[in-house]
């Protein structure tokens, strides 16, 4: 009998799930999909039963799918990871277009198809879209030298910036200081450039402030967090850190460790004219990696302090210019 009612209470349980109608569950799993903090969190809800798969992979559903959903790792990428990324991509997902475009234009090498999807997001406005395809405009990268274009890098930066990317913003402020691609307006590159430090700090503060210890804010200023990496350039950096692909002889990773990009033929990317011992696919890449170690790596200690009028308002030194001898920039 006790049995029997166990069975009984199962079936009085599932049929309260099945009764439930399908509009309700996917509001529910677009509210689970935007806000997930891994891709598994998600898929995992999907594996439990066929109608839930069903229903969780519905365009509805795919298309609010947020980034942290969508961050699949390096080490874990498979055929499956691929097809669930197209399927985000088709429902209109413009941080999918992002990732995969990514994905494909550097690591799987289809730079045609990926400058495609992450064209297809910054149609729509997409921040990081922009910022990625001016970095690629600048460098020429998929192509040749010839293939560089100035104008078109500086505009869509500039886009990048309005919607509030503070690498573009910063990029476009080291544009305007040097004349690259835009008419040289020094004045307005350093406005532009301590407004990208600006909003850096702020956003620093705001995580800052956020970050908890059960119930208290944390009072202690030297546990304010660093700026976190965006999880397609995780993505980059596990792909060629792993060994799972080897970049061809005489290309070079981007310096800046919360980058990722590689070089897409040789002599891409700027170096510094000082040590020559790092590479850069921008100058806001330049200026974040000379800020957060390069200074202390690059020039003597005391040569750096006999020369403190040579330190920019940005913070970036006047030491760090780049090679033209062996950058292509």
């Known amino acids: 009998m006790t049995h029997l009612n166990k069975k009984q209470r199962l079936e009085k349980n599932h049929n309260h799930f ?41 365009p509805l559903v795919l298309s609010k799918a947020g980034t942290q959903t969508l961050a699949v790792t390096a080490e874990k990428w498979s055929d499956s990871s691929h097809k669930f990324l ?14 995969l475009g990514m994905i494909r234009f550097y690591c799987l090498q289809n730079p045609v198809s990926g400058a495609s999807l992450m064209a ?5 406005s997409h921040a990081p879209a922009l910022y990625s395809l001016s970095v690629i405009q600048f460098n020429g990268s998929g192509g040749s030298k010839t293939d560089k274009n100035l104008r078109a890098g500086v505009t869509l930066c500039a886009r990048s910036a309005y919607l509030g990317h503070v690498d573009a913003l910063r990029e476009l402020g080291h544009c305007l200081q040097d004349g690259y691609g835009v008419p040289r307006d020094v004045s307005e590159g350093r406005r532009l450039l301590i407004q990208a430090n600006a909003r850096e700090l702020a956003c620093s503060l705001r995580s800052y402030l956020s970050l908890k210890c059960g119930d208290e804010i944390l009072t202690d200023l030297s546990v304010v967090p660093v700026q976190e990496i ?29 980058c990722g990009r590689p070089e897409t033929r040789a002599h891409e990317f700027r170096r510094c004219s000082v040590c020559g011992k790092v590479n850069y696919c921008s100058r806001g890449c330049q200026a974040l990696d000379w800020r957060a170690k390069h200074k202390i790596e690059c020039t003597p200690l005391d040569l750096w302090i006999a020369v403190p009028a040579e330190i920019g308002v940005d913070g970036e030194a006047v030491a760090v210019e780049i090679d033209d001898n062996h950058g292509e920039r």
Not at 86 to 99: E, F, M, Q, R, T
Not at 230 to 254: I, Q, T, Y
């Open 120 to 124: 297809k997001a910054a149609i729509k």
């Open 230 to 258: 965006h999880p397609v350039n995780r993505f980059l950096k596990e792909w060629f850190s792993s060994g799972r692909v080897d970049l061809a002889e005489g290309l070079r990773m981007c310096s800046h460790g919360g």
């Open 86 to 99: 197209k399927l985000c991509v088709n429902a209109g997902n413009i941080d999918a277009s992002y990732a």
């Open 18 to 58: 099945d009764n439930l109608h399908d509009d309700l569950i996917i509001s529910i799993l677009r509210k689970l999909a935007s806000s997930a903090s891994s891709p598994s969190d998600f898929l995992t809800v999907l594996s439990t039963c066929k109608r839930l798969n069903r229903l969780g992979l519905q």
